[in-house]
């Protein structure tokens, strides 16, 4: 008997991890979109130049290339003798550039996908979701689907090696406090000044991921200097790009990075809607219907709010997502583009604390709900919840296909 179950228990682990590879490789072959996309969106244009420039020995800067000369080249925030991005995702294109060629930049990104899967997958060990068929394949689903990361993987944009370097690093973090490991928290603060070097923005999951591994250490005594070994290194590595940035340009944060000037916004009517005409609250407006398992998320807590474990990783899945979205609520406000891909940091969150919520709802149901009225109030918000799991899925598809929009269209409502 015991060998039967011991058979048993392995072919559910094999059929599960096969269904995972499958998601995956669907999620990998969806994103060779980008092997047939013209690549003439500015932000790509800047980017192939940048690495041309460094591959040319001509540093990391626009000056004396032909695209300060087009209109639609803000001369005021490029024509610097510093490109204001820092240098991390650009290095990561020269790198594939310069083994492969110009085949460098799409295998870029598809790097990223993998990268991001594989790092959403060790978080679903982490947070004990690997041992359940439906969590494992609900974050696999999600994650090789999840539509920001599928829309920003098919153009040279930095956003998808952000994704990657930062959730790996969230990753490796959790990983580390959970067996007591100074070497993987150090590590993770490496990846983390990584990310950092690709877009500063990396830091905002500072806040999400320190509250999520206090949450699963074991020795909450021993935690507090494993926050040491993730923002220290991270702060190192960044810390070389501020101070050289300070001295080529005369300040380690410029204000006109990625702002577009008033000419430029009179003259360009794409640039006037993303700065002007769209509102600042577009972030919250559009994330329901991108993030499609958002909604159903809210209402899952909402129904687990006695579980007093659920209660504290979903608030601080919530916080990671807020702390991503005010901050570019309030660059939005100030007059910088409004983008949905720039607040992709919120992806890693949000597939966890989907999955999680939906996880335990099954399982409580399997272990028998006595109250018909509960009974069926579980069984309504499950079909939500499976609905909107497909739902962004779809959205995600739709985003690859949708490859000559520069933005994400939703499948329900326009931009």
């Known amino acids: 008997m015991t060998e039967i179950n011991f058979l048993s228990s392995l072919r559910s682990f094999i059929s599960r991890w096969k269904i995972v590879m499958v998601l995956f490789f669907l ?9 047939v996309v013209a690549h003439n969106e500015i932000d790509e244009i800047i980017y192939i130049e940048l690495v041309k420039q460094l591959d040319s020995g001509n540093g990391y800067t626009l000056q004396g290339t032909p695209l300060l000369e087009l ?31 110009i085949w460098g930049f799409p295998l870029a990104q598809l790097f990223s996908y993998v990268l991001f899967f594989c790092s959403m ?22 994650s090789a689907f999840s539509p920001i990361m599928a829309h920003v993987t098919i153009y040279y944009w930095l956003d998808g090696p952000l994704l990657g370097f930062s959730t ?33 923005t990396a830091f905002l999951i500072f806040p999400g991921i320190t509250a999520l591994a206090w949450l699963l250490c074991t020795d909450k005594k021993k935690f507090l200097r494993f926050v040491p070994y993730l923002i220290v290194p991270a702060i190192l590595v960044q810390t070389p790009w501020e101070v050289y940035q300070w001295i080529k340009v005369g300040t380690p944060f410029p204000g006109w990075a990625g702002k577009p000037c008033d000419s430029l916004i009179e003259s360009n009517n794409y640039v006037k809607y993303l700065t002007v005409i769209r509102s600042h609250w577009i972030y919250l407006s559009l994330l329901p219907r991108i993030m499609c398992t958002f909604i159903p998320s809210i209402f899952l807590y909402i129904f687990l709010w006695k579980n007093k474990s659920l209660r504290r990783q979903g608030a601080c899945l919530f916080m990671w997502i807020f702390v991503v979205i005010i901050f570019h609520v309030i660059l939005a406000y100030l007059g910088y583009s409004k983008v949905v891909r720039y607040i992709i940091l919120i992806t890693p969150p ?29 069984a309504v918000i499950l079909l939500f919840s ?4 497909f739902a962004e899925i779809l959205t995600g ?12 269209d939703p499948i329900f409502g326009g931009f």
Do not use: Q
Not at 122 to 130: Q, S, Y
């Open 168 to 200: 790996l690093a969230s990753a490796v973090f959790i990983w580390a406090v959970k067996r007591e490991s100074a070497l993987l928290a150090i590590i993770s603060g490496l990846l983390l000044g990584y990310a950092s070097l690709i877009k500063l």
């Open 386 to 389: 499976g609905l909107s799991f």
């Open 71 to 101: 209109d639609i080249i803000d001369r005021n925030g490029y024509d610097k003798p510093l490109f204001f991005h820092p240098p991390g995702g650009i290095a990561l294109f020269w790198l594939f550039y310069n083994v492969i060629g």
């Open 121 to 142: 997958i060790l978080l679903a060990r982490l947070f004990g979701l690997a041992s359940s068929s439906i969590g494992l394949l609900l974050v696999a689903g999600l």
């Open 397 to 408: 598809i739709v985003a690859s296909f949708n490859y000559y929009l520069c933005l994400i």
């Open 27 to 35: 999620g990998f072959c969806l994103r060779l979109v980008v092997f």
């Open 350 to 378: 949000s597939i966890l604390l989907f999955s999680i919520l939906t996880t335990e709802t099954i399982r409580r149901i399997e272990l028998g709900i006595k109250s018909t009225f509960k009974k069926s109030f579980t």
